[in-house]
């Protein structure tokens, strides 16, 4: 049998669509070119090589995928402070004051039309540089007196949260957890960053404390 082709075409009859099948055998083909190394297309008209179909998909020049794997670290400090759960709860819960107290935070903005959103920027000197980040977080829906955790929309990529526990009717376990992407700029120091910052966030629970004292009479 000889090989054929196959060619639809569409006419209209009396406001019907019909479908007319025409076969085309291999007399009407124009017979493929002798060379063992191409082959013949006889719908685009064409010769393929098949040396150059693989010097372009497995050429020097073209550039190899590679996967870029970035790396996530956590820190987690705690802290005892004497004042009640509430209002370390209700103090922590006022993002734009935690410039006040959280050493390389530079500003928190709450955004108005939608308070559960907010805008962060970093700025601190650390490891020969004037490091400097921003990223725009979502408040998750806190427990009250129990949990408050957030993850970051755009921007440097981080997600945490901060629990308490009580202590007494007077004092509180303050636990902190931030998870972040190692951005690529400090990835050589990437070893050196987790206790660097696991200490930047102790020193921001002290500080916290004494904020959170303060802000107790205030209120």
Sequence with gaps: ?????AVFSVYPSSGIETLRTTRITDRHMPPPPPSSSSSFSPFLGITLKRAS?????HGSNMPRRTTLLMEWQDCTVKMEIDVPISVAYNCYLDRE???????FISS???????P?????????SAFGRDLEFSWLARNMQPIPNQ??????????PNRGAVR???????SCLVELTVSYEVPQLLAPVASAL??????????????????????????
């Design 147 to 156: 949990k408050i955790h957030w993850r970051s929309l755009e921007g440097l």
């Design 116 to 124: 559960e959103l907010s805008r962060w920027s970093l700025k601190y």
């Design 194 to 219: 987790q206790p660097f910052l696991k200490n930047l966030l102790g020193n921001g629970l002290e500080r916290f404390a004494n904020f959170a004292r303060t802000y107790q009479h205030e209120s």
């Design 53 to 57: 179909l693989r010097s372009i998909n």
């Design 97 to 103: 004051a935690i410039p006040r107290w959280m050493p």
């Design 1 to 5: 049998m000889s090989p054929s082709a």
């Design 108 to 114: 928190v903005k709450i955004l108005e039309e939608k």
């Design 164 to 170: 308490f526990f009580p202590k007494g009717s007077s």
